[in-house]
């Protein structure tokens, strides 16, 4: 059973960039869809991106703006998620999630979660 460990939130200033990793460990991603959500209290998880084993990229209404980079490194079994231009919006706990469907785009589409990592943006 693969395992997700998220990492690289923490305290950044709005308008500077982060790289969120989340690394596998107890399987390979080979084959895997892995994507990206994040979560506010009080609301939802909301679907980021998702890059499939074939590199097919999927984006929500809200990072189709073109500050978010779903990527993949599969020698390193760890996935990316670049955050340009940080909004004091973009404020939430990020989670990255796997799945063996070859498009995936709800939380409901994702069998294999991380922690969680929490970036928080000041302005």
């Known amino acids: 059973q693969v395992q997700l460990v998220e990492s690289g939130g923490g305290l950044v200033q709005a308008g500077e960039s982060v790289r969120l990793s989340c690394a596998a460990s107890?399987?390979?991603?080979?084959?895997?869809?892995a994507g990206w959500f994040r979560q506010v209290p009080g609301k939802e998880r909301e679907f980021v991106g998702s890059l499939s084993w074939r590199g097919s990229t999927k984006f929500s209404a809200v990072t189709v703006k073109g500050r978010f980079t779903v990527s993949r490194d599969n020698a390193k079994n760890t996935v990316y998620l670049q955050i340009n231009s940080l909004e004091p919006e973009d404020t939430a706990v990020y989670f990255c999630a796997a799945t063996l469907r070859p498009i995936a785009t709800t939380s409901a589409d994702f069998t294999t979660w991380g922690q969680g990592t929490q970036v928080t943006v000041s302005s």
């Open positions: 107890g399987g390979t991603l080979d084959n895997y869809t």
